[in-house]
């Protein structure tokens, strides 16, 4: 090649580099001084979907027929004005989430705080996909907002163990505590109640698709990977996300996700919490709680390192 060329072609090349350089350095400034809360949440969404997409497809989580499952059309929630769909979850906020379907679909613009925690779960005033008839089924799915919300499967387990076991709801309190007293206890201490490493060795005795819905992983309830979810919610950014679901199926400006709780003076259960029964665990129990929930960890991107992840997000 000519010597003069690459003379002059040297200096160019060198200052297109610098112009680049001085391009991005740019772009990145500008991004920083304008944060757009909506593409950042947008951008999360995706990398969720995305996640989800390829941990489905690796363990061959997709299922050839598109029929639903009976058990999740009852994990699914319905509410046409706004063609909205909500899969239940339980420990992951759902109260509240039944309480915002019922306020949506009525016209008496009821408040959220009005609403008593049992009767919004024993209401037959919000309805269930599994009502419908199938074609009516395909067609919601095909066309409503879907939705689900995930929680770290260890703190949703300590969860469902403080509010069942620990409170005198009477199914899980004395018929579901008798099941596990029966099992683990040689001597009748009927009064003492069911510890969690009790609770923790009950749940790990029975097949995952019989366990109760407080406590059974939560692809099992909302099968994410068959029902393309449009919003993955996570109880960590609940109000960011319930505010992004609320504004995308068009709710009034003025409905905003309730924070009430059930036990208004217990503390609700945090990472410190969690922490301190996982703590009550031994290794083997751990070893096959992350067994049981493996699917959803990997699907909802939350770290099995629960030490690390807790004492941060204590
Ligand atoms: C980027 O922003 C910083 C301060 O926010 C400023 O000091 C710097 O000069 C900016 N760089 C460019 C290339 O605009
Ligand atoms: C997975 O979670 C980690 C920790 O919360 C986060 O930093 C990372 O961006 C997430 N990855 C995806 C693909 O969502
Ligand atoms: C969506 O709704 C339209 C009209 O209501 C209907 O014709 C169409 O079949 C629906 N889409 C699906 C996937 O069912
Ligand atoms: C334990 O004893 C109580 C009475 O003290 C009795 O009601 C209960 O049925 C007993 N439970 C079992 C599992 O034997």
């Given at each position: ?151 770290h499967p260890f703190e949703r387990l300590v969860s469902a163990y403080r ?152």
């Amino acid at each position: 090649m000519n010597q003069k060329v690459l003379v002059f072609l040297l200096p160019n090349f060198l200052f297109g580099i610098l112009l680049f350089g001085f391009f991005c350095k740019r772009q990145k400034n500008l991004t920083g001084a304008f944060p757009d809360p909506t593409e950042d949440w947008l951008s999360i969404q995706n990398d969720r979907k995305s996640t989800l997409a390829s941990v489905c497809q690796k363990n061959k989580l997709l299922k050839l027929r598109s029929k639903l499952d009976s058990h999740v059309a009852n994990q699914l929630f319905v509410e046409p004005k706004h063609k909205f769909i909500y899969c239940e979850v339980p420990k992951v906020g759902c109260s509240n989430w039944k309480r915002i379907i019922f306020i949506l679909q009525s016209d008496f613009g009821a408040e959220a705080s009005e609403i008593e925690h049992d009767h919004i779960h024993q209401t037959s005033l919000i309805k269930k996909l599994a009502s419908y008839s199938p074609a009516t089924q395909k067609e919601f799915l095909g066309n409503y907002t879907k939705v689900m919300f995930t929680r770290h499967p260890f703190e949703r387990l300590v969860s469902a163990y403080r509010d069942k076991l620990l409170h005198s709801e009477p199914y899980y309190s004395v018929t579901v505590a008798n099941q596990i007293k029966a099992m683990f206890r040689k001597t009748n201490k009927s009064s003492e109640k069911v510890s969690f490493q009790e609770f923790v060795s009950f749940i790990l005795a029975k097949p995952p698709n019989s366990l109760d819905i407080h406590w059974k992983p939560m692809f099992l309830l909302c099968d994410p990977c068959n029902i393309h979810y449009d919003i993955l919610g996570k109880y960590e950014t609940l109000g960011l996300d319930s505010e992004h679901v609320l504004r995308v199926i068009g709710a009034p400006e003025s409905l905003h996700y309730p924070s009430l709780k059930r036990y208004g003076s217990e503390k609700r259960t945090n990472g410190d919490i969690t922490l301190e029964y996982l703590r009550q665990l031994n290794s083997e129990q751990i070893e096959k709680i992350k067994r049981l929930y493996q699917m959803d960890f990997l699907l909802f991107n939350y770290t099995m390192n629960y030490e690390d992840y807790f004492s941060l997000n204590g």
